[in-house]
């Protein structure tokens, strides 16, 4: 089970846009709709920012909008705020009761 | 509110078994409704899924950690627990329960909310 791959890093001027991709296979985030994106600030749990591929829990900004095409599943933070800063995963459903996330990439605001 | 609250000890010998505890409070666990799960984070590394467990006591583990891993419900206490034998320094991380959105279809997979986390370090 590799986890899913993700750019290490990413960066983005306050009130810019950056995307995060989330690479995976026909086994997991191509043969699902099942992909989560998380948020997590440093020495914090956590967070769920988007289900479901482009699903947002109730609470989260609409600055926040998931997508997916064929194997490869996107974050992207709209309108980036210095708060967005933060390492983000992904995971997806694997087939076989399995999760699996990703390697995790480190959004910079400059 | 609810909330995950993890528990054990910090310290445990290579070879021996790591032990977890989750209190869920402001909820119950005993509820069709939910799955729980534990994700660990290795310190400075990625997330990594351990398993998950329904009321019921139905699991699904990861395979990697499969042979070496049990989850279990205790009703009485509203806690969740996982039991990690034959330790390595690889399995040390930060250990975290947390609750899925839903039990149907896809809701499983999505977990919020998290515990803190609490960190186990193999060694001897």
């Known amino acids: 089970q590799s986890a899913l791959t993700q750019p290490p890093s990413a960066s983005g001027s306050p009130g810019q846009s950056v995307t995060i991709s989330c690479t995976g296979t026909?086994?997991?985030?191509?043969?699902?709709?099942?992909v989560s994106w998380y948020q997590q600030h440093p020495g914090r749990a956590p967070k769920l920012m988007i289900y479901d591929v482009n699903k947002r829990p109730s609470g989260v900004p609409d600055r926040f909008s998931g997508s997916k095409s064929g194997n490869t599943a996107s974050l992207t933070v709209s309108g980036l705020q210095a708060e967005d800063e933060a390492d983000y995963y992904c995971s997806s459903y694997a087939g076989s009761d399995r999760l699996v996330f990703g390697t995790g990439t480190k959004v910079t605001v400059l | 509110q609810l909330q995950l609250h993890e528990s054990g000890p910090g310290l445990v010998k290579p070879s021996e078994t790591l032990s977890l505890t989750c209190t869920v409070s402001g909820g119950s666990i005993y509820t069709t409704t939910y799955y729980w799960g534990w994700v660990r984070q290795p310190p400075g590394q990625g997330l990594e899924w351990i398993g998950s467990?329904?009321?019921?006591?139905?699991?699904a583990y990861n395979p990697s950690l499969k042979g070496r891993l049990t989850m279990s419900v205790d009703k009485s206490k509203n806690q969740f627990s996982l039991k990690l034998t034959s330790v390595t320094a690889a399995d040390t991380a930060i250990y975290y329960c947390?609750?899925?959105?839903?039990?149907?279809?896809?809701?499983?997979?999505?977990?919020?909310?998290w515990g803190q986390g609490t960190l186990v370090t193999v060694f001897s």
């Open positions: 467990i329904y009321y019921s006591g139905n699991t």
């Open positions: 947390a609750r899925s959105l839903g039990s149907s279809g896809s809701q499983w997979c999505a977990f919020d909310p």
């Open positions: 026909s086994s997991d985030i191509g043969g699902y709709n099942f």
